[in-house]
Nanobody, 124 residues
Framework: EVQLVESGGGLVQAGGSLRLSCAAS????????IGWFRQAPGKEREGVSCFSSSDGTLYYAESVKGRFTISSDNAKNTVYLEMNSLKPEDTAVYYC?????????????????WGKGTLVTVSS
């Protein structure tokens, strides 16, 4: 059974940093695409950053390029999202998601499995 559990959210001042973690189980990163999404109040969910080890694709939303970095620790089956220079508009619930690489179509589209999310609040 695929499970994704996010952690690391919290309250931070604008300009600060946070690192989110997603502990994954039931699959390996070699066979799955995985990434981070966010949903701000009153807005649609958007893909923040995703990668697929099987074909080496890496995606970042334009709004986070240069500020956010996705990484993984395969030994721990954990994916991270390092967030720097945070802005109030980064405030959202952040979700981890995954899908088998055979179904992944790029740019964070087509995710099948979802975590419950972790709240990030950036104060001005």
């Amino acid at each position: 059974e695929v499970q994704l559990v996010e952690s690391g959210g919290g309250l931070v001042q604008a300009g600060g940093s946070l690192r989110l973690s997603c502990a994954a189980s039931g699959f390996t990163f070699d066979d799955y695409a995985i990434g981070w999404f966010r949903q701000a109040p009153g807005k649609e969910r958007e893909g923040v950053s995703c990668f697929s080890s099987s074909d080496g694709t890496l995606y970042y939303a334009e709004s986070v390029k240069g500020r956010f970095t996705i990484s993984s620790d395969n030994a721990k089956n954990t994916v991270y999202l390092e967030m720097n220079s945070l802005k109030p508009e980064d405030t959202a619930v952040y979700y981890c998601a995954a899908v088998s690489s055979r179904w992944y179509i790029g740019k964070c589209y087509g995710m099948q499995y979802w975590g419950k999310g972790t709240l990030v609040t950036v104060s001005s």
